[in-house]
């Protein structure tokens, strides 16, 4: 493994604590760092069957922890480009829909090469889903939906951020991720 797991479990709670919550890329995460909720799991073999596997277990012990709000799945290894990671992403959604996750878990994406589709690669509005490393989140709907409900304006959130990230330019996302 390229890290060992407390170093990249790490690396990717500082990346929540000191970009997604502190410039509040997603209202919402503020309350789950708090709260504790958050479970970060690393996939531990690289080969897709095994991810997707893993991505399956995640789920399972959302659907049997209920104190557990979301998952942040680290995938270290084996996914380092960009459009391969997102046939990984086609193929996870589709699982979920197939085992009856569908309107139960929502599956969101990060990776440290995101790129908007359309959108040049050193476009700053990419650091909105740039992350230290690939990274699948499983996000309860029910509680998502809730939480959009209480949002004044929950439509302006991605502009918003593209603004912020552009206006701040990809040096302040680099400085943020390289920790």
């Known amino acids: 493994m390229t890290a060992e797991i407390p170093t990249i479990i790490e690396q990717t709670q500082r990346w929540v604590q000191q970009l997604i919550v502190k ?17 970060y799991a690393v996939a531990e073999q690289p080969d897709i069957a095994s991810v997707l596997q893993q991505l399956l277990d995640e789920a399972k012990h959302l659907d049997e922890t209920s ?9 270290p290894q084996g996914f380092e480009g960009f459009h391969g990671f ?6 996870a959604d589709a699982l979920l829909i197939e085992e009856g996750y569908e309107g139960v878990y929502q599956l969101a994406h990060f990776h440290p090469d995101y790129c908007f ?7 700053p509005a990419n650091y909105t889903n740039r992350s230290p490393f690939p990274t699948l989140h499983l996000l309860r709907e029910a509680s998502l939906e809730k939480a959009i409900e209480q949002y004044d304006d929950p439509e302006s959130i991605p502009e918003r951020n593209i603004e912020f990230c552009r ?6 996302f680099v ?3 390289n920790g």
């Open 23 to 39: 410039y509040n890329i997603c209202p919402f995460a503020r309350r789950e760092v708090e709260r504790k909720s958050i479970r």
């Open 67 to 75: 104190e557990t709000e979301t998952t942040l799945f680290i995938l």
């Open 86 to 91: 997102l046939g990984l992403v086609d193929m």
């Open 117 to 123: 589709d359309g959108e040049p690669q050193d476009d």
């Open 167 to 172: 206006r701040k330019g990809a040096e302040f």
């Open 175 to 177: 400085k943020i991720l």
